[in-house]
């Protein structure tokens, strides 16, 4: 049950997203301190092992949804008990360690190992929400303050003097600003289902639904529309939807997700049409099993996804221009990579959530993507199929927040 809890308090930022209010923001980072806490009393090798493992299934127990949609629904709880028992092994590993400090640096540490490239354990997201700032600063601040909460070892008033000294430190106190698209833009949010969007007698309407939001923005005057990754299901290149957006990118920016194939490879791409041109963005960074075969390659094609090809690889960082502003492109998984952060002032997204239908995973995406956004100052465009589109630009001061609260409570 101390681990159950302990874990249930490390993923509080997730659920507690669902139903975010101030009060809820203000408590969180709290929340997971908590969850540290008891982590560190739990002394056993066992109570390690079980918060890693329902640390693991609380925050990923979504992957396994994705199953279905490859006719691989039996497996899917198997996938969600792996990930527990991947997430446990690790958590145990790190009580090897001798010491209660050494422990907690080994938990910390767990942000920078990725297992097949899966980087989404970070604890960043403890920060996301509260006083701490959003950044490496305030997540060590998040754990230091728990150590020092367990320390047995300091009296009292020393132990509240050091909390305090490494709140204030760990506090946000300067509110970051990023740049903004300058121009009207639209975010197309579609709610096309996983199971409906690649059969071939629903693409062509949901294609000419697409075309009909692009007039739609063109009557509302707005000067850039993005759509969701995977908007066309199919190769776009060379169709007569491509003639289509390239007339209609005369009178409006057009960025859009659709296949690419060049030659024998396959990509998941970003089209940009603009003044009756056409320019494609490559993904890089491919979800592990979703988009390639990580390995086992041919025994993985045989038994599990023999209809499943693969996608190639496009450059690392892809950036264009729109207006003299430069954007990074970004496609689902890669706007929560980190490489995709640097050199960013401005972010468009695009992303297919429907593969997690009813979950918590658009909400750790998002989490992630703000922890990013306050750490390198970048605007982020996310337009989404399934849930949701949002503008997300670095964490607002909750002090600031409780001020204007304050403020309001006392004119009412």
């Known amino acids: 049950m101390k681990a159950f809890s302990s874990a249930i308090l490390l993923s509080n930022p997730i659920y507690l997203s669902f139903h975010a209010n101030i009060f809820f923001e203000s408590i969180s980072p709290f929340l997971a301190i908590w969850g540290l806490v008891l982590l560190l009393q739990n002394k056993s090798a066992k109570g390690y092992f079980w918060t890693g493992f329902f640390v693991g299934i609380l925050w990923f127990w979504w992957v396994g949804l994705s199953a279905i949609y490859f006719d691989l629904s039996h497996i899917t709880p198997l996938i969600i008990l792996a990930l527990g028992l991947v997430y446990g092994l690790l958590f145990r590993i790190c009580h090897l360690l001798r010491y209660d400090f050494l422990r907690l640096c080994g938990i910390f540490a767990l942000s920078y190992i990725h297992p097949l490239g899966f980087d989404w354990l970070n604890w960043g997201i403890l920060s996301v929400y509260g006083f701490f700032d959003a950044s490496m600063r305030g997540v060590l601040c998040i754990f230091a303050i728990a150590y020092f909460i367990h320390e047995g070892y300091i009296s009292r008033y020393y132990k509240i003097a050091i909390v305090l000294a490494l709140f204030f430190t760990g506090f946000h106190h300067t509110q970051k600003e990023a740049p903004l698209l300058e121009f009207s833009y639209k975010l197309i949010n579609t709610n096309i289902s996983q199971d409906q969007?690649?059969?071939?007698?629903?693409?062509?309407?949901?294609?000419?639904?697409?075309?009909?939001?692009?007039?739609?923005?063109?009557?509302?005057?707005?000067?850039?529309?993005?759509?969701?990754?995977?908007a066309f299901a199919f190769v776009l290149k060379d169709t007569p939807y491509e003639n289509a957006l390239k007339e209609l990118s005369h009178r409006i920016t057009i960025i859009t997700g659709a296949f690419n194939r060049?030659?024998?490879?396959?990509?998941?791409?970003?089209?940009?049409?603009?003044?009756?041109?056409?320019?494609?963005?490559?993904?890089?960074?491919?979800?592990?099993?979703?988009?390639?075969?990580?390995?086992?390659?041919?025994?993985?094609?045989?038994?599990?996804?023999?209809?499943?090809?693969?996608?190639?690889?496009?450059?690392?960082?892809?950036?264009?221009?729109?207006?003299?502003?430069?954007?990074?492109?970004?496609?689902?998984?890669?706007?929560?990579?980190?490489?995709?952060?640097?050199?960013?002032?401005?972010?468009?997204?695009?992303?297919?959530?429907?593969?997690?239908?009813?979950?918590?995973?658009?909400?750790?995406?998002?989490l992630l993507m703000r922890f990013y956004a306050n750490k390198y100052a970048a605007s982020v465009y996310h337009a989404v199929n399934g849930k949701e589109n949002a503008l997300i630009l670095p964490k607002e001061k909750l002090s600031q927040r409780w001020l204007d609260a304050l403020k309001i409570w006392d004119l009412l």
């Not at 089209?271 to 041919?298: A, C, M, S, W």
Request: aromatic share 12%; hydrophobic share 35%.
């Open 197 to 230: 969007k690649f059969l071939q007698d629903k693409v062509q309407a949901h294609s000419k639904s697409l075309i009909a939001e692009i007039q739609k923005a063109i009557l509302e005057k707005k000067e850039l529309i993005v759509l969701p990754e995977t």
């Open 262 to 366: 060049e030659g024998e490879k396959i990509y998941n791409s970003t089209y940009i049409f603009t003044q009756g041109q056409r320019h494609i963005f490559n993904k890089h960074f491919l979800v592990p099993f979703g988009e390639e075969i990580p390995f086992f390659k041919d025994w993985t094609k045989s038994h599990l996804l023999p209809n499943t090809e693969e996608f190639a690889r496009g450059p690392l960082q892809s950036q264009y221009k729109l207006k003299n502003q430069l954007i990074t492109n970004a496609i689902c998984y890669e706007a929560t990579k980190e490489q995709n952060y640097k050199n960013t002032q401005i972010m468009i997204a695009l992303s297919n959530n429907a593969w997690f239908e009813g979950s918590s995973e658009h909400k750790l995406q998002q």
